[in-house]
């Protein structure tokens, strides 16, 4: 609006004080930042300093970089998987996503207060080894993936994934150890029942006094026969 733009320069200039950084729009629909300094000699007024600073680019990156934060954030805050910064000069985490109460139930404020030491006291005793020599291994090839169990904060074990990549400086030495962490507890436990039950299957089939033999579906390759099948018809059991 020309009318209120022409008030407020006739309202510094009656105030007489000096102005620093007032944004204002200029025509064009660009933005500029006003600067005003009333010039006196002998306490005595005898003109007036005006800088103006065209800050439309600056705006627009400004406003660029606030929607890549807002998308960044809300995809840190909706993944399922934990995403994490780890320091490694410090020895802590700098950043930790709000996943972390639902993988391990403890929240990012509390996993970040902790030492590396007490989060390899949260992994299970049996993993610790493989999990430390995991870490020496990635902070040398940059990348790498390790599975463990961890102390859920209600005393049970899960299984995790933890996918890391490693921040090198120009000295070729790791800053930082980046990652997410998934839980996979879950599909550890189908493996499992999956495994048990092909060993049933297997140990049924070994027993019992009739051919078993089983094809694939796909192109009938034989996956399993047992000691009678091969016996009658004088294969060799794998």
């Not at 029942?193 to 027993?207: D, H």
Request: one cysteine or more; a negative charge; charged letters at 30%.
């Amino acid at each position: 609006d020309p009318e209120k733009a022409a008030e407020r320069i006739r309202e510094i200039i009656s105030e007489g004080k000096p102005v620093r950084g007032e944004e204002f729009r200029m025509n064009g629909g660009r933005s500029a930042l006003r600067n005003f300094v009333p010039l006196l000699i002998d306490q005595t007024r005898k003109g007036r300093l005006w800088v103006h600073i065209d800050i439309t680019d600056l705006k627009r990156i400004e406003n660029s970089l606030r929607l890549s934060e807002q998308k960044i954030s809300s995809i840190l805050n909706n993944s399922l998987d934990v995403i994490y910064r780890f320091n490694l000069h410090s020895g802590k985490y700098e950043y930790i996503s709000p996943a972390s109460e639902h993988v391990i139930g403890y929240k990012p404020q509390e996993l970040i207060a902790l030492t590396s030491d007490d989060t390899i006291k949260m992994i299970h005793p049996d993993d610790r080894e493989s999990f430390r020599d995991n870490l020496l291994l990635i902070e040398k090839t940059g990348y790498g993936q390790v599975e463990y169990r961890q102390l859920h904060k209600n005393g049970e074990y899960r299984w995790l994934s933890n996918n890391m990549s490693v921040t090198f400086d120009d000295c070729r030495q790791p800053v930082y150890r980046d990652g997410n962490i998934r839980d996979i507890t879950e599909q550890r436990r189908a493996q499992q029942i999956l495994l048990e039950s092909e060993e049933r299957f297997r140990t049924i089939a070994e027993t019992v006094p009739v051919l078993v033999c089983v094809t694939s579906l796909e192109d009938n390759t034989v996956l399993f026969t047992n000691e009678v099948n091969n016996k009658s018809f004088g294969f060799k059991g794998e």
